[in-house]
């Protein structure tokens, strides 16, 4: 089985910047040959996509919301997936989440969509307030 834990989510005052990671452990096989995906839901909203990173790497896509802001990044060695997040804004406050394509190992140029991902970590809160 394959599972994920996240962490570095906190406090943080709007400007700043946090960097989230997704740590895989258990049967890590198949991160080899799937992309991955960050979430994020805030109170009383769904589930929404933000982020997607290739099994290799080399190719990404972002939500509008966090274009020019977040950057995904992968380090296969440690089987550790990262969402550096800058420029944080209030509406940026949810719990964070990290799953694993269920079937593809590229992103499609979109945002991310839930229904194609699984094996979810159990999240990390980013609150943004001053």
């Known amino acids: 089985q394959l599972l994920l834990v996240e962490s570095g989510g906190g406090l943080v005052q709007p400007g700043g910047s946090l960097r989230l990671s997704c740590a895989a452990s258990?049967?890590?096989?198949?991160?080899?040959?799937?992309?991955i995906g960050w979430f994020r839901q805030a109170p009383g909203k769904e589930r929404e996509g933000v982020s997607c990173?290739?099994?290799?790497?080399?190719?990404?896509s972002y939500a509008d919301s966090g274009k020019g802001r977040f950057t995904i990044s992968r380090d296969n060695a440690k089987k550790t997936v990262y969402l550096q997040m800058n420029s944080l804004k209030p509406e940026d406050t949810a719990v964070y989440y990290c799953?694993?394509?269920?079937?593809?190992?590229?992103?499609?140029?979109?945002?991310?969509?839930?229904?194609?991902?699984?094996?979810w970590g159990q999240g990390t809160q980013v609150t943004v307030s001053s």
């Open positions: 799953a694993v394509h269920v079937r593809d190992s590229n992103c499609q140029p979109r945002t991310p969509l839930k229904a194609d991902f699984g094996s």
């Open positions: 990173i290739s099994s290799s790497g080399g190719r990404t």
């Open positions: 258990g049967f890590t096989l198949a991160l080899d040959y799937r992309a």
